[in-house]
């Protein structure tokens, strides 16, 4: 049992809004530096289903309408950028297939270019939304926009007007960047546990037990700080129940690296650490487990401009209490490189899951805004659902973004795929054509899919973190 909200959750959570940026939010970025030089290739074709008129991808990576000039009243271009996320690293993805279906009906296929951009051209929102699909390397991962207009878009948007959408977010892929490891000094027992983060990668983290550790996919070329803790069991941990002890806390500072690198942790040079307790109320519903189920958590991160970062407070005591309340205790530390935390208040069943997010260090009265309530996916565990129905559900706010994560593997698996972002007040989704070839039950050797809604109330800077997210239950679609 760790002492931390679960890391899938955190990136997830911040992922979410990034909507590719990411956060939130885990594709295979390692062959793009042997790619890039490919994206001026020649792309095929494809043809709009009913429509004898075809779009192409030219060379530079704009689509543009190749049968006679434009009669849409009020198009206009849009730019897309595809960013993979390999274990927290997110990088834009080059050559990375792409199938766009205008608002008029016209399919959109080509390739992204060496920065990871595309843009499609004649786009007319009064005729509708847009969807647009993307597919990793070798077809393992996708991801994309359904239905989207330019509102649901705006949240998405650089300054320079660019689309950002991640294919996925995995963690099973070999990261860019070097490894960093080591020994630590000084633990009380070796046979208590170390959670070990860095500023430098975001949603990794070390937590074992033992003092040896190590931490893939830290970039060059950027110092960086280590933080770790040494923990053990308090009295045990029950069901909805968090009982542990931190023993000591350590940073280290380092300057960049170019090669795998052992960074000395020694708790002989301990931090001063700062203990919170207080309580809050959950979320709250017939619809869900955890209005009095689950574990209430507690943590403390640096916040980034991408991603969760370094671990700055863990949850020591957490119990349910009547009425779907949580009392907790947290400890963190305030290390002086860590000017802008963010704390991350929490509850989580099984797949079900919400969290609300605070600029500052925590406090005893809990987060200010209420908790959502997961969304219910209306049938019941989409067992035996096909492909060919609409993924459905209910209670979702209205003003937040809506994004249908798919899982593949046996029941239980839970790897990370696929993720759709749906546009604002949706409450069904169909799954959407994909780049020629790409089949995502047939990528991934399975017949069905995990599906779960997670719901996203943005607007914590930089990068528009989420303030409230929450995660449904996982179900299961069939192939067609």
């Not at 809050?280 to 980034?304: A, M």
């Not at 993720?419 to 169909?430: D, I, K, Q, S």
Request: hydrophobic content about 40%.
């Amino acid at each position: 049992m760790s002492h931390r909200l679960p890391l899938t959750l955190i990136a997830l959570a911040l992922g979410v809004t990034h909507c590719g940026d990411d956060a939130a939010t885990t594709a295979d970025t390692a062959t793009q530096a042997d790619t890039a030089t490919q994206a001026d290739a020649a792309v095929p074709t494809d043809s709009a289903a009913g429509d004898a008129s075809t779009d192409t991808i030219v060379p530079d990576s704009v689509a543009t309408d190749t049968v006679g000039p434009e009669v849409e009243p009020r198009p206009v271009d849009e730019v897309f950028r595809v960013i993979a996320v390999t274990r927290g690293i997110p990088a834009p993805y080059a050559l990375a297939p792409v199938l766009a279906i205008r608002p008029d009906g016209k399919r959109v296929e080509g390739f992204t270019d060496a920065a990871g951009e595309i843009t499609i051209t004649g786009v007319d929102y009064t005729l509708g939304g847009l969807t647009l699909t993307s597919t990793g390397e070798g077809g393992n991962l996708f991801g994309g926009l359904v239905g989207f207009g330019p509102a649901e878009f705006d949240p998405m948007r650089d300054q320079a007007g660019v689309i950002t959408v991640t294919i996925a977010q995995r963690d099973g892929l070999e990261p860019g960047g070097f490894t960093i490891s080591g020994v630590a000094a000084g633990m009380l027992d070796t046979d208590h546990n170390l959670l070990v983060s860095t500023d430098a990668v975001g949603a990794l983290a070390w937590e074992h037990r033992g003092d040896s550790w190590h931490i893939d996919g830290v970039p060059p070329a950027r110092a960086f700080h280590v933080l770790a803790d040494e923990w053990s069991f308090g009295n045990g941990v029950g069901p909805n129940k968090i009982d542990l002890v931190i023993h000591a806390w350590t940073s280290v500072a380092h300057e960049p690296i170019a090669q795998a690198t052992i960074v000395p942790i020694d708790f002989g040079q301990s931090l001063s650490s700062t203990a919170v307790s207080g309580s809050f109320t959950g979320p709250v519903g017939d619809t869900t487990s955890l209005d009095e189920g689950g574990v209430g958590y507690i943590n403390v991160v640096e916040r980034d401009t991408d991603f969760v970062t370094a671990r700055l407070g863990v949850t020591t005591k957490s119990k349910r209490t009547a009425g779907g309340g949580v009392e907790f205790t947290v400890e963190h530390v305030q290390p002086d490189w860590a000017a802008d935390p963010v704390t991350i208040y929490g509850v989580s069943k099984g797949d079900e899951a919400s969290l609300v997010l605070e600029p500052g260090w925590p406090s005893a009265e809990g987060p200010a805004l209420p908790f959502y309530v997961p969304v219910t996916l209306d049938a019941p565990g989409l067992a035996g659902q096909a492909a060919t129905e609409p993924i459905q559900w209910s209670g979702a706010d209205p003003a937040a973004i809506v994004s249908v994560n798919l899982y593949a593997g046996p029941a239980g698996a839970r790897l990370l795929v696929g993720r759709l972002f749906v546009r604002r007040g949706a409450a069904e989704v169909m799954l959407p054509p994909f780049p020629a070839g790409f089949d995502p039950f047939g990528a991934f050797d399975t017949t069905f899919l995990g599906v779960q809604v997670v719901t996203c109330d943005p607007g914590i800077t930089p990068k528009a973190w989420c303030k409230r997210v929450s995660h449904s239950r996982i179900g299961i679609i069939t192939a067609p």
